[in-house]
């Protein structure tokens, strides 16, 4: 089993800046790939970002791109996303997940094996 505990959700001003942190537990060796998800009430849940354990391939919805950047720390088991430039649009509940699959990093939420509890991220006008 693969332990994730999100943290750095918070209250922000449009155009602010906020940085989540993931950090896996557990089997961490089983995993290939992290990502970042986010729900918004009354929406499906949805991709933000993914990264490789092992190699330099990412991904990121086109909605953030260019404003949210996903990185890791192999040493510490932790993943991040930087956001900037935060709308009111990206608040939601931000989820981190990890993936057993060792191809590119995936887009599917159903694809990944392992969930965080979720940190809220509110973004004002």
């Known amino acids: 089993q693969v332990q994730l505990v999100e943290s750095g959700g918070g209250l922000v001003q449009a155009g602010g800046s906020l940085r989540l942190s993931c950090a896996a537990s557990?089997?961490?060796?089983?995993?290939?790939?992290m990502g970042w998800f986010r729900q918004a009430p009354g929406k499906e849940r949805e991709f933000v970002a993914a990264i490789s354990w092992s190699t330099t391939n990412s991904a990121y919805a086109d909605s953030v791109k260019g404003r949210f950047t996903i990185s890791r720390d192999n040493a510490k088991k932790t993943v991040y996303l930087q956001m900037n430039s935060l709308k009111p649009e990206d608040t939601a509940s931000y989820y981190c997940?990890?993936?057993?699959?060792?191809?590119?990093?995936?887009?599917?939420?159903?694809?990944?094996?392992?969930w965080g509890q979720g940190t809220q991220v509110t973004v004002s006008s």
């Open positions: 557990g089997r961490t060796s089983s995993i290939y790939a």
């Open positions: 997940a990890a993936d057993r699959w060792i191809g590119a990093p995936r887009q599917d939420a159903g694809e990944y094996d392992y």
